[in-house]
């Protein structure tokens, strides 16, 4: 059992979810500190051994973000294949303050490789939500950059790099400093289309697009609280303040899946 969480908690949204399966947020259930920002900056500065990302910046409210590797191998940018059709301008800084000031946020995919805290809870949330209804079990479909892994993200108040958008996997996103304000919509996308619109949609279609979407709610994360985002459910993250969350996606099988 790990002591940094309520325990409590994290069952009973396990079963509430199983029977029906929309966004939740709960307040304080991390009882002590995951990481902090001094940890983060550490993966910064090596990001030869982390993978370390930008997340583009949004011009308006119906734009598309992209996620882009920074990596000083090379003292250049490297685009994943999903990036940006232009390369953004200018090289790797060992200093995430740079990307900041610019109001990017950054993400390290795999902070679990660094920070046991956030590798035991991965484990918890995976032993908690396996359920086996009918020989129908939940469990991550894969490991990969999507799921399995913990995701430690960070931006500056107001930073604007989240679209209204909806993944195909699971989030578990807990508030490690800061708050976050999320848009939830009734809208869930179909398992037979795509989860989200492409980088190449025109900012009319895209716009035509939100603006058809049902809002739902509108909440504030604040430190140390949690948020549960149901796959394909269209949401929205913005920072009202200074903030930095640990998203843990899971790719779950099983009903809630379905």
Request: proline share 4%; glycine share 2%.
């Amino acid at each position: 059992m790990i002591d940094f969480i309520n325990v409590e908690a994290i069952q009973d949204l396990r079963d509430k979810i199983h029977f029906n399966d929309n966004f939740v947020h709960i307040s304080n259930v991390l009882q002590s500190p995951i990481t902090d920002w001094d940890e983060f900056q550490e993966c910064m500065i090596e990001n030869n051994v982390y993978d370390c990302s930008i997340i583009s910046k949004m011009d308006n409210y119906y734009n598309m973000t992209s996620t882009v590797e920074i990596n000083t191998k090379d003292d250049a940018w490297e685009r994943r294949p999903y990036s940006l059709e232009k390369p953004l301008n200018g090289t790797p800084a060992w200093n995430p303050k740079d990307y900041f000031e610019n109001r990017y946020a950054v993400i390290i995919k795999n902070f679990d490789e660094k920070n046991q805290a956030s590798k035991q809870l991965l484990r918890f949330l995976l032993e908690t939500f396996y359920i086996n209804l009918e020989d129908h079990g939940v469990w991550p479909a894969f490991i990969n950059q999507y799921s399995g892994h913990a995701h430690l993200n960070a931006a500056l108040k107001g930073s604007n790099f989240d679209g209204v958008h909806a993944d195909p996997w699971t989030n578990f996103i807990f508030i490690i400093d800061g708050e976050l304000e999320v848009d939830v919509y009734k809208n869930r996308t179909c398992t037979l289309m795509d989860h989200s619109l492409s980088n190449t949609t025109s900012d009319e279609n895209l716009k035509k697009h939100v603006d058809s979407l049902e809002f739902d709610q509108k909440i504030k994360a604040k430190t140390n609280d949690l948020i549960y985002v149901p796959n394909r459910l269209m949401h929205r993250l913005k920072p009202t303040k200074n903030v930095m969350y640990l998203n843990l996606p899971l790719i779950l099988k099983g009903p809630m899946a379905l």
